[in-house]
């Protein structure tokens, strides 16, 4: 592929990351072109060629300010974050989160970059990384097998894999509301009813399902020895530890369900007045409140396993699943040590990572790094000073501990209160604590904003 001399910088990958990196780049007066292989190459997980579809959950998290993911989104409004902004505009009931319709979320980022006057947005796929002109790679965790060879030679290190899984999405109209109820935990919500459908079990009921999870039969997964990776997970199910699939939960302890995604905690079924012994829940998962998701609930089961199994949960025995759960290759790279906390790869440093390609996790932590190296790579370009986030920052923690985190166990990091420093005078209580993080961070990404490097590349180069 041949890149002309008309851009002065690429985006590879029109997922999240790569969609803010675009946006904060083109506002800093770069000419950006944003190239996404979808749909001409579509992958395992996608089912759009949308910029910014979301894959997995519709859910980017915690609203809260004391809880690590709705600081972080804190954070990214006060730096003037596009995906925060389509999320806030195509929001739906979700209590104290922040879920969005997946279809108004892309229609909105694609429409807001298409018609920027500094971005154009190309539909092929890259194969080799270019050469001379600066590059973000924000691929994704299914980036192609070509482009994943030609990041292995540039950096010399092994891409590492994991397999990754997502939910099953059913029709509201095939819920049996004579079992499930709506509700949101302790009452929380702006819906009078509650912005969740409960399927309530009873103590044997949950068993049963558990017993019915563990024995039932999954989807082989391919070695990755038919991949690319020759190395350290060769012929080996290495599953990605924040996204296990229930089934696995399942077979690792009985309890697990009941003390994880099934929790019943702040759940009262107002049939009884008592909470049951464990809860699924189910959350819209578009504008119109005709689809929703099971929470939690990634799954490997094969599709007439789904069918019998999941028809086991209370109020959806006669379900109609608009999509089944699967499972998919993610590939990430071994950052400490590749990259510095600007996302530059330290040994070629006119290359940026970005994205859960670059050793972040989850949908905010993505959106975080694709607007940090949109910002460093107008830095580089303009050659200006790069802008550190500080360590006090969520989106600071984050570039830091990917960039130095322990190498040997290194898996993508998402959003938590344990990577921040601690803090000078801390609360006894939990909460009180977070809230004295959130205030430190707050204080600090707005000192950071008014800074005179943070918005100074607006020159013409």
Known sequence: MKFEDSCDLIIIGGGLAGCEAAWQAANRNLKVKLFEMRPSLMTDAHE???????????SLGSNLIDRASGLLKEELRICGSLLLNAAEKSKIPAGN??????????????????NHPNIEIIREEVKIIPEQIPVILASGPLTSKDLSENIQSITGKENLF??????????????????????????????????????PFSKQDYYDFVEALRTAERIALHSFEDEIDQGVNAGKESYFEGCLPVE?????????????????????????????????????????????????FQTNLKQQEQNRVFRMIPGLESAIFERYGQMHRNTYISSPGLINESLQLINNERIFFAGQLSGVEGYVGNIASGLAVGINAAAYIYQQPFVIFPQTTMIGSLLHYIANAEKKHFQPMKANFGILPVLEDPANSKQDRAQQYAARSIKDISSLTQSPYFNTFFQAI
Request: glycine share 8%.
């Open 97 to 114: 989160a922040l879920a969005v319709d997946r279809n108004s979320f892309s229609r909105f980022v694609e429409s807001e970059l298409a």
């Open 48 to 58: 759009t060629g949308n910029l910014a579809e979301l894959v997995c959950s519709n």
């Open 162 to 199: 994991f397999y990754d899984a997502i939910a099953p999405i059913i029709t509201y109209d095939s819920i049996n509301f004579e079992t499930a109820y709506k509700g949101s935990r302790y009452g929380r919500g702006n819906a009078a009813e509650g912005d969740y459908i409960n399927c």
């Open 248 to 296: 696995v939960l399942a077979t690792r302890n009985p309890e697990s369900l009941a003390f994880g995604p099934m929790r019943p905690v702040g759940l009262i079924d107002p049939r009884t007045n008592k909470r049951p012994y464990a809860v699924i829940q189910l959350r819209q998962d578009n504008l119109a409140g005709s689809l929703y998701n099971i929470v939690g």
